[in-house]
């Protein structure tokens, strides 16, 4: 099972819509900075800041600076606690889709 505080971390950081949002954009470009974050989104850049300052302490997204921009890309190992937690339950799953289907085929055959 993994580390209960990192694990609390990344879901914390991903439980907020707008900062999961952010993480999707960041995880969806090599690298990119908070203006352009920024742009289109309807979050004003301190607001992106302080998104990219939670993932970031999760251990979601990297930091690159470069003169006066910042450039963020994602850390895919940082979802390792979380993939983790999901492959310890995911055998209670198995079973209740195992058991599911059998219902269903027995309702409908």
Known sequence: MPEAAA???V???LA???RRAVFE???GSDEITVAELTRGS???QGAISQHLK???QAGLVAERPEGRNVFYRAQPEGLEPLFDWMNHYSVFWREGFDKLRSLLK???P
Do not use: F, Q
């Open 54 to 56: 939670s993932l970031k």
């Open 25 to 27: 954009r960041v995880v």
């Open 7 to 9: 694990l609390t971390n």
């Open 106 to 108: 027995e309702i409908d």
């Open 42 to 44: 309807g979050v004003t």
């Open 11 to 13: 879901m914390r950081a």
């Open 16 to 18: 907020d819509p707008t």
